[in-house]
């Protein structure tokens, strides 16, 4: 009968461990991102006002996406514009997309509002600015989208 030493048997329970987590690694970062929760906001703005709206969200609301950003809350923070114009019913001016860490923190109304005092001290000024970025707005709308794998 042929026996095997307790060196090669630990051996082998080694090589067994670190095939099983090399191959379990993958998964483990799907899984983590699959949780992430992304939403495509858009913005159409009165005509001609688009740069203006972009600063005042530049200035007013970036700011305390980024402060949930470096907490951990957001992942990331994407602006863009369209580069080209299109018909009044498809037209949108302004589109930011943001992937949350989770659904939850992607609903949660509360999510910068301890950063606005801390950011915005004269809360007058700030409510005052926001009101008006809002009077240039004519439509905004929340899309969450995922990927598709395609083969």
């Given at each position: 009968?042929?026996r095997?030493?307790?060196?090669?048997r630990?051996?082998?329970?080694?090589?067994?461990?670190l095939?099983?987590?090399?191959?379990?690694?993958?998964?483990?970062?799907k899984?983590?991102t699959?949780n992430?929760?992304?939403?495509?906001?858009?913005?159409?703005?009165?005509?001609?006002f688009?740069e203006?709206?972009?600063?005042?969200w530049e200035?007013?609301?970036?700011?305390?996406?980024?402060?949930?950003?470096?907490?951990?809350?957001?992942i990331?923070?994407?602006?863009?514009?369209p580069r080209?114009?299109?018909?009044?019913?498809?037209?949108?001016?302004?589109?930011?997309?943001?992937?949350?860490?989770?659904?939850?923190?992607?609903?949660?109304e509360?999510?910068?509002?301890?950063y606005?005092?801390?950011?915005f001290?004269?809360?007058?000024?700030y409510a005052?600015?926001?009101?008006?970025r809002?009077?240039?707005?004519?439509?905004h709308?929340d899309i969450?989208?995922?990927d598709?794998?395609?083969?």
């Open positions: 009968m042929y095997i030493s307790t060196k090669t630990f051996g082998a329970f080694v090589l067994f461990v095939i099983f987590a090399i191959s379990e690694l993958p998964a483990q970062n899984t983590a699959e992430y929760f992304r939403v495509e906001n858009y913005y159409k703005v009165r005509w001609g688009a203006e709206f972009i600063g005042l200035k007013n609301h970036y700011p305390l996406l980024k402060k949930a950003k470096e907490k951990g809350d957001i990331s923070i994407v602006a863009s514009r080209y114009h299109s018909g009044e019913d498809t037209r949108w001016d302004f589109r930011v997309t943001i992937v949350f860490r989770t659904v939850a923190l992607a609903f949660d509360n999510l910068t509002t301890t606005k005092k801390e950011l001290p004269d809360q007058d000024a005052k600015a926001e009101q008006h809002f009077e240039l707005l004519l439509a709308w969450e989208t995922s598709i794998d395609l083969p």
